[in-house]
């Protein structure tokens, strides 16, 4: 029986405590730190303090060469340090102390035999992992989620039940319904709740406006198999790896157009046939003309009708299988082949209009972080939409992924001679 139990410090990044400009207090300067309750250029981050605990239940099963391992873990950090985009284009990034996170789960591991010796040996290993903040009251009273919340509510007031108007005119004013007005396309919506500031999903990047980050870096299973057989000079390794459960998204997914800024009527259509009002349109009344609003808004995603929860949807699994072969051709010459991702291939997660059954999809992140945002509604019928903007999330494909997410790398091979002299 083995146990630990101790308290840790983190320091803080000291790049977030103050930022260096010409004129380090104008609003420009200030804009993101304002929501979060700082009018100055200087910004006290405390060190991030936890408690760990572990406990570890070991054993050698009597008269054979199998053991294994049963550790439950509990991590609980006070002032947790929550990073989120001062520029997205640069990808540069602040962080503030906001909130308590929990970190808890258990890891098994199973051993048989020695790697060493002639015969079949192996080792797996599983972890589950379950990771949630909740983000505290700041100085100004407001959660971190302050912002999106208030975008939440400036979304409600456009509603039937928020009092929003069914028409408007081209100066954004409300008006009765005429073919010279437009329709309301939040009119019919159901109002939105607040995103919770409790037990929320980890993420490095906080989801904020529309493009910052959407996909959290925790995965919940993760399990790996190790098997060799060696046969004097020769032995050979397979390797399985397993990870799932990583979730992603954002409640701030894509824009829409403000109709209380003032859009033109879009001539020759109806707002009850157009596919944009997705709330349904007012009989009699233009569609817009998305060319000629003057303003855009936070709105719910245009496919789930919803200002989407944090960690709503389900990253997709992955299973990676590798092969090691060696061979000692002397007692001084080891050669070593390794063969990775025979196997690699994602399945499963969520199942939404954006997402594919192709497997070498492994995750899905916010459109738009540093480049163009999703469409939403912003666009006027028969307009041809790239499938990129199309949807507000879209497949991680490349090679970097800030997030931690995991994205499908190809079959390698590897031949190694280790050299004793």
Same mark, same amino acid.
């Given at each position: 029986?083995?146990?630990?139990?101790?308290?840790?410090?983190?320091?803080?990044?000291?790049?977030?405590?103050?930022?260096?400009?010409?004129?380090?207090?104008?609003?420009?300067?200030?804009?993101?730190?304002?929501?979060?309750?700082?009018?100055?250029?200087?910004?006290?981050?405390?060190?991030?303090?936890?408690?760990?605990?572990?406990?570890?239940?070991?054993?050698?099963?009597?008269?054979?060469?199998?053991?294994?391992?049963?550790?439950?873990?509990?991590?609980?950090?006070?002032?947790?340090?929550?990073?989120?985009?001062?520029?997205?284009?640069?990808?540069?990034?602040?962080?503030?102390?906001?909130?308590?996170?929990?970190?808890?789960?258990?890891?098994?591991?199973?051993?048989?035999?020695?790697?060493?010796?002639?015969?079949?040996?192996?080792?797996?290993?599983?972890?589950?992992?379950?990771?949630?903040?909740?983000?505290?009251?700041?100085?100004?009273?407001?959660?971190?989620?302050?912002?999106?919340?208030?975008?939440?509510?400036?979304?409600?007031?456009?509603?039937?039940? !928020?009092? /929003?108007?069914?028409?408007?005119?081209?100066?954004?004013?409300?008006?009765?319904?005429?073919?010279?007005?437009?329709?309301?396309?939040?009119?019919?919506?159901?109002?939105?709740?607040?995103?919770?500031?409790?037990?929320?999903?980890?993420?490095?990047?906080?989801?904020?406006?529309?493009?910052?980050?959407?996909?959290?870096?925790?995965?919940?299973?993760?399990?790996?198999?190790?098997?060799?057989?060696?046969?004097?000079?020769?032995?050979?390794?397979?390797?399985?790896?397993?990870?799932?459960?990583?979730?992603?998204?954002?409640?701030?997914?894509?824009?829409?157009? %403000?109709?209380?800024?003032?859009?033109?009527?879009?001539?020759?259509?109806?707002?009850?046939?157009?596919?944009?009002?997705?709330?349904?349109?007012?009989?009699?009344?233009?569609?817009?003309?998305?060319?000629?609003?003057? !303003?855009?808004?936070?709105?719910?995603?245009?496919?789930?009708?919803?200002?989407?929860?944090? /960690?709503?949807?389900?990253?997709?699994?992955?299973?990676?299988?590798?092969?090691?072969?060696?061979?000692?051709?002397?007692?001084?010459?080891?050669?070593?082949?390794?063969?990775?991702?025979?196997?690699?291939?994602?399945?499963?997660?969520?199942?939404?209009?954006?997402?594919?059954? %192709?497997?070498?999809?492994?995750?899905?992140?916010?459109?738009?972080?540093?480049?163009?945002?999703?469409?939403?509604?912003?666009?006027?019928?028969?307009?041809?939409?790239?499938?990129?903007?199309?949807?507000?999330?879209?497949?991680?494909?490349?090679?970097?992924?800030?997030?931690?997410?995991?994205?499908?790398?190809?079959?390698?091979?590897?031949?190694?001679?280790?050299?004793?002299?």
């Amino acid at each position: 029986l083995r146990a630990s139990i101790g308290k840790y410090a983190e320091p803080p990044n000291a790049a977030f405590e103050q930022y260096s400009s010409l004129q380090e207090n104008l609003p420009g300067v200030l804009a993101a730190f304002v929501p979060f309750g700082f009018n100055t250029p200087g910004h006290t981050v405390r060190p991030a303090t936890s408690i760990n605990a572990d406990f570890s239940l070991e054993h050698h099963i009597k008269n054979t060469d199998w053991s294994f391992k049963l550790s439950p873990f509990l991590r609980k950090t006070k002032d947790q340090i929550q990073q989120f985009f001062l520029d997205q284009q640069s990808g540069f990034v602040s962080g503030l102390n906001v909130g308590r996170q929990t970190s808890e789960g258990l890891e098994f591991q199973l051993n048989k035999g020695d790697f060493s010796r002639n015969g079949l040996s192996g080792q797996l290993a599983f972890t589950y992992t379950h990771s949630v903040i909740s983000y505290d009251k700041l100085a100004n009273g407001n959660t971190v989620l302050a912002g999106i919340n208030s975008d939440i509510d400036s979304f409600n007031k456009l509603t039937q039940a !928020g009092g /929003g108007a069914a028409c408007y005119d081209s100066t954004g004013a409300a008006a009765p319904c005429s073919a010279a007005t437009i329709a309301n396309p939040y009119y019919g919506a159901t109002p939105q709740g607040h995103i919770s500031a409790d037990n929320v999903p980890t993420y490095d990047l906080l989801p904020g406006p529309i493009g910052a980050s959407a996909a959290s870096y925790g995965v919940p299973y993760f399990a790996a198999l190790i098997l060799n057989y060696k046969h004097d000079k020769f032995a050979i390794t397979p390797t399985v790896q397993f990870q799932g459960g990583g979730r992603y998204g954002s409640p701030e997914s894509n824009y829409g157009i %403000d109709p209380t800024a003032g859009c033109k009527p879009l001539a020759g259509t109806v707002s009850t046939s157009d596919p944009r009002y997705i709330y349904g349109g007012q009989p009699g009344a233009a569609g817009y003309d998305a060319t000629s609003c003057a !303003g855009v808004l936070p709105v719910p995603n245009t496919f789930t009708k919803q200002f989407d929860n944090l /960690g709503a949807f389900v990253q997709p699994s992955q299973i990676v299988a590798n092969v090691q072969v060696s061979y000692e051709a002397s007692p001084k010459i080891t050669l070593i082949g390794t063969f990775a991702n025979v196997v690699n291939s994602c399945f499963g997660g969520s199942k939404t209009a954006w997402t594919s059954n %192709d497997h070498n999809v492994c995750s899905y992140n916010i459109v738009g972080a540093g480049a163009i945002p999703p469409v939403g509604n912003v666009y006027n019928p028969g307009t041809p939409i790239s499938q990129f903007v199309k949807y507000p999330y879209l497949a991680n494909l490349g090679s970097v992924n800030v997030d931690g997410s995991s994205t499908k790398t190809p079959f390698n091979f590897f031949l190694e001679a280790k050299i004793k002299l």
